[in-house]
């Protein structure tokens, strides 16, 4: 398998508007794909349509193909973890393991790598940034042939970037970052795409990233 995602000319529309218009895109299999753009541009409806959590208004999107159900191969970190918060991290994954049919695997092992082993309070006592490893720490042990991750930066200190970025290179398979924070994110991709109104408006190599994000802020007269 070369690609894991071929999109063509997908779109999504809310009402009357085009959150993501005739869009064509090719993830590989083993590629590190950086998405970004300004707030409403489209990245969190491209990565719920990649997921198969959002139906295309238009076009076409193949994910894992030749799998007749992509989703046990499909990772996907979005706003809002889905955690149990009375739990604590060790008991969660362990939840996680049972529900997905998957090893556990060495729980305390995959907890370091986020910076939460030897944690037994309940989740409920996670600030924004923890709980957000937490559900990376899920993807450790899944190990999905798709990782997507949806600002996985939000509300962390410097600890907990570093934790992260950590966590993401350990990540098997192909994956796909949508962030804000380009300066943390594209060092840890190969490819970007930049995203405006709903369409790719640039792609190249990761370290160009910045550079074409500031293009995009001076072209709109916010630099």
Not at 105 to 120: A, C, F, K, P, W
Request: positive net charge.
């Amino acid at each position: 398998m070369d690609h894991v995602v071929t999109a063509q000319g997908l779109g999504r529309r809310f009402g009357q508007r085009w959150a993501v218009a005739r869009l064509d895109l090719v993830v590989g299999a083993d590629e590190r794909l950086l998405i970004i753009g300004p707030n409403g541009c489209g990245k969190t409806t491209l990565l719920r349509m990649i997921a198969t959590l959002l139906r295309p208004t238009q076009g076409l999107v193949d994910v894992v193909p030749g799998s007749a159900n992509p989703r046990p191969f499909i990772g996907f970190m979005g706003h809002t973890p889905g955690i149990y918060e009375d739990l604590s991290a060790t008991e969660n994954l362990r939840v996680f393991s049972r529900v997905a049919g998957i090893p556990p695997g060495n729980i305390e092992t995959i907890l370091s790598t986020v910076g939460l082993d030897g944690r037994s309070e309940p989740v409920s006592q996670y600030s924004a940034g923890m709980r957000r490893r937490l559900a990376l720490a899920h993807l450790l042990q899944a190990k999905p042939t798709l990782a997507l991750l949806d600002e996985p930066f939000a509300q962390m200190d410097p600890g907990g970037i570093a934790e992260v970025s950590r966590a993401i290179r350990a990540l098997p398979g192909a994956v796909v970052i949508a962030s804000h924070q380009v300066h943390h994110a594209a060092p840890l991709c190969t490819r970007a795409i930049l995203m405006d109104e709903g369409q790719i408006r640039w792609t190249g190599s990761a370290e160009k990233a910045e550079a074409a994000w500031r293009a995009l802020h001076r072209e709109r007269g916010e630099l």
